[in-house]
Structure formats: structure tokens, C-alpha cells
């Protein structure tokens, strides 16, 4: 089955955008192949939904197959991408609390492969770590059951041992939407999934990864693999439409593998409402949102602009690397998206609750275990992963605090499978109010600790660093949960 995604089109305005002067500097060889693209941006292109094809009550079920796709998402070139249902990003799970989800996954890919459902409390056995691979030619069905109280933005993509960063930079990453039935923004708001990744291509227009041992090789080992190409939805500066006076609800995923987006929209601020496991219980807010690699937000967008105006979505420079690796444009604004406001007459405003959910605080004053994880370079505690060792043993039923220290100049983000966390103290500070997190950023030479319950599902847990290529380096350890 492929999804019925409209065929994505060429996009991108060479010179009304930094992020794309960027690349046009970096990639010269294709600047005049670009200029002579149609300048016209894209339209902003959701991402199309999987089709459920179960005619049963609270049950989703959906076919997803990983193949090979030559798609028209770089300016001017066919690409081979792996692609999820044959589209990058794939095509959104949309399910509600309280569904039975079953995925019919099929690999059409020449290597080992699987789907990790990145955030979501389910079974170890439907996990998708790299104790589960799925064979060339093979398929696997995923089972499980969206908890109530979790409802939020997630996202899907491979994690099979040693190549996740590969795989998800050809294209294989999705996003998970679990809706709430009793969801405390107002329906009328109009709703966006911004899915970012960036990406590194060659002179033909193919996805471009390091020559082993070069000098870009050893850049990517340290950073991360970063691209000059910043896509949202898999498109090169889509332009959203909004109306003045409207509030649009964005959902906004890091599909990167490696790059820290410093969200700013000109002119706006942010109304922060969510994180990776959904909604706060206040809205907050803010100027700009740092979304490190594997992480989510909920956001709102308030259309204060005046009829026939534009504003940038633009990702600001933000320091996560050690100073010999750095990037040389890495003090510049990357340009992601525009929003243009229609030229009618300004809509009313919504109101926004200034309630939006309560959210359970998880008690570190009934853990029982604390556990303490240093990261440094490749390694957790010293350690490299070993798939056939045990790193950590909790017990079934336990709350724990994890305290996790970053020992060197360069940022990491900490992602642990299965069980969402909430963060109590960074440097020493409290932080008070409680959120749901699956992965969070540890800046350099920082420290924070979050407190975390193992209520069900025993099994094997990847905990890692969500810079892929990091976690394929080795920066990823094993928790085993135990039935006492
Ligand atoms: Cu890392």
C-alpha cells in the first residue's frame, strides 16, 4: 500500500532565504542549476495521514513498508531517498488515547532495518531497537496500546544497530500524533505538524555522507552529521498561510540526526504549550524554542502580522559544539520557512485557556534507586554499547532518579526508550513545574536530573544520545527492566 501523498514539488527561493544562500555557497556546482528553478516557494505540505484500515472501535491499523524512493525534494534533482509508504517524511499515525495500534511493517530495504515508536510507552517487543531487527525482504507486526494521559507528538523511525543515523538521513522518519478527546485548545484553531531535517548532497543531487576517514568524516563524528539543507515536510522554504488575527497550533519535531534548532519567527513570539509527551499544564511565553535532535514541541503562533505581510521562521545560531569542530557558518540565521498573512481583513482571536491540562508530578521523594550517567565522547559511564551486556537492572514497579552529567564541551541530548521522564533539577536549580520528556538536552559541562517510573513492560531499554551518529559510535547503553 502507498500512501496517497501528492507528489512534492520543487521548491525554494535562492535568494530571498540565508539558509539557502548557504547552501547555494556550498554547493556551487548546482547554483545556476538552481537559479534557473522556478523561483516560486512551495506551498506548506502536510505530511499525508496513514490510512486506518480497521473497521473496529479504538483500533488503528496500518501498513508501512521502507523502500527505496527517487524523489524531487532537493532543488533541481532526483534524489534516491528510503522512504517510508514512499514519502519523506512518511505519512503521520494519527491515533487517540486509548487505541490498540497494529503496524503491518514490511522491509523493502537492502538492509536491516526496524520502527522505533520514539516516545511511546508500549511493550519492549514492539519497540524497535536493535534487539529486534527486521531482515531484508522480511516483515514484523507492531502491536500496542496508547496509555491514556499521553497524549502528545511523537515520531517513528529506525534504529537498527550501528546505521540509524544513515537511515534516517535517506528519509525514513515520520511523526506520531496521539490526540486527547478532551483537549483543552480549542478545536478551531487550525492545526501544522512541521516535520525539520536537514540533509548533504552531492554534486548529483544525491544524499552526500562523509568519505570514511576524510576530514568532513571526522567533523561528523564529533558534531553529528549536520546538512546545508534545511527541509520542513520535506520541503526547502514551504510558505505557510495564515490569517491576521488567527492562532494557529504548530507541532514541531527535530527529525535531524544531529542539528539543534534554535526556533525564532521575526516579529512574533511563541506561546509555548507542549514537549515531547504534549501538552503543560500553562502556556508559557517565549521568544524562541531550543529543539535539540529527537525532540518536540507544541507551540502557538498568533497572527499579529497585518493583512499582505510576511515573517521568517528562522533557526538563530546556537553554540553546541566543541570550538575545533564548529561549523564555519555556524553564527548564521538559517532561514526555515515563511509565513505570509493573507490579504483579508483580520479574523478574531481565539481565546487560550489558560489551563491546559494537569499533569501528574512523578515524586522523587519515593525513589528508591538513584542512578548517575556521565556522558563524555562515545561512551555513557565510560562505556561503549555492547549489544549482549546488561548496563543497568531495574526493578518492575520502581521509581528512580537518573542524574545525568555532561563532562565535555560540547552538547549531548540523553533519549531513554519506553518511559517518559520528567526533569527536577538542572545545575542544582529545581524545576518545578512537571513535563513530560523522552529526550532532553544536557548542554556542555551541565548536569540535570529527572525522575522516572518503570510501572510496566519489562525488557531490554536503549538509553542514548540522540546525535545518531554518537549512538551508532557506541553512545548508547542497555537498561533491563525486571519482574522481581
Ligand atoms: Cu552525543
Redesign the pocket.
Known amino acids: 500500500m502507498r500512501s496517497h501523498s501528492p507528489e512534492p514539488e520543487r521548491a525554494g527561493d535562492c535568494l530571498g532565504s540565508a539558509g539557502l544562500i548557504a547552501l547555494c555557497v556550498l554547493s556551487c556546482a548546482l547554483a545556476s542549476d538552481l537559479a534557473a528553478q522556478e523561483r516560486a516557494p512551495g506551498a506548506f505540505l502536510a505530511p499525508s495521514t496513514l490510512e486506518n484500515l480497521s473497521s473496529e472501535p479504538n483500533t488503528v491499523e496500518v501498513e508501512l513498508t521502507a523502500a527505496p524512493e527517487r524523489l524531487s525534494l532537493f532543488p533541481g534533482a532526483q534524489t534516491e531517498f528510503w522512504a517510508y509508504n514512499g514519502s519523506v517524511p512518511g505519512p503521520t499515525l494519527e491515533v487517540s488515547e486509548g487505541d490498540r495500534v497494529i503496524v503491518h511493517f514490511r522491509n523493502e530495504l537492502a538492509y536491516p532495518t526496524t520502527v522505533h515508536w520514539h516516545g511511546i510507552h508500549l511493550p519492549f517487543t514492539a519497540d524497535g531497537s536493535p534487539f529486534h531487527p527486521v531482515a531484508p525482504g522480511e516483515s514484523f507486526v507492531y502491536e500496542f496500546t496508547i496509555h491514556p494521559g499521553t497524549a502528545g507528538t511523537y515520531w517513528y523511525h529506525p534504529h537498527p544497530h550501528h546505521d540509524t543515523g544513515r537511515q534516517v538521513a535517506k528519509g525514513l522518519h515520520g511523526a506520531i500524533i496521539v490526540r486527547d478527546p478532551g483537549d483543552a485548545l480549542p478545536e478551531s484553531l487550525s492545526e501544522r505538524l512541521l516535520v525539520l531535517s536537514d540533509n548533504r548532497f552531492d554534486r548529483d543531487g544525491q544524499i552526500d555522507f562523509a568519505e570514511p576517514g576524510s576530514r568532513q568524516a571526522r567533523i561528523d563524528e564529533e558534531n553529528?552529521r549536520e546538512g546545508e539543507v534545511l527541509f520542513l515536510n520535506g520541503r526547502v522554504m514551504p510558505e505557510l498561510a495564515i490569517a491576521s488575527g488567527e492562532i494557529q497550533r504548530w507541532r514541531v519535531i527535530n527529525a535531524s540526526g544531529a542539528r539543534t534548532y534554535r526556533l525564532a519567527l521575526s516579529g512574533h513570539s511563541f506561546v509555548h504549550v507542549g514537549s515531547d509527551g504534549g501538552l503543560f499544564e500553562h502556556p508559557r511565553e517565549v521568544g524562541e524554542i531550543l529543539l535539540a535532535a529527537g525532540e518536540r514541541v507544541e507551540l502557538l503562533v498568533r497572527g499579529e502580522g497585518d493583512p499582505g505581510s510576511t515573517a521568517v521562521l528562522r533557526s538563530l545560531p546556537y553554540d553546541r559544539y566543541l570550538p575545533q569542530t564548529r561549523p564555519a557558518d555556524w553564527t548564521d540565521s538559517l532561514a526555515l520557512a515563511t509565513l505570509r498573512y493573507s490579504d483579508e481583513a483580520p479574523v478574531d482571536a481565539v481565546a487560550i485557556p489558560e489551563r491546559l491540562r494537569s499533569v501528574p508530578p512523578l515524586d522523587p521523594d519515593s525513589a528508591t534507586v538513584e542512578r548517575r550517567m556521565t556522558?563524555t565522547k562515545n561512551r555513557i559511564n565510560g562505556r561503549m554499547m555492547q549489544m549482549d551486556r546488561i548496563d543497568e537492572v531495574a526493578e518492575l514497579g520502581a521509581t528512580e532518579i537518573w542524574e545525568i552529567e555532561n563532562l565535555v564541551g560540547m552538547d549531548?541530548?540523553f533519549h531513554l526508550h519506553g518511559f517518559p521522564f520528567q526533569v527536577v533539577e538542572r545545575d542544582g536549580e529545581p524545576v518545578n513545574e512537571p513535563v513530560w520528556k523522552d529526550v532532553v538536552n544536557v548542554p556542555k559541562r551541565s548536569t540535570l536530573r529527572f525522575v522516572v517510573r518503570f510501572d510496566r513492560y519489562p525488557g531490554k531499554w536503549m538509553f542514548h544520545?540522540h546525535?545518531l551518529d554518537?549512538e551508532d559510535a557506541g553512545?548508547m547503553g542497555v537498561l533491563e527492566v525486571r519482574d522481581p
Do not use: A, P
Request: proline residues 0%; hydrophobic residues 40%; charged residues 0%.
Open positions: 553529528g556522558l549531548h541530548s544520545c546525535i554518537h553512545m
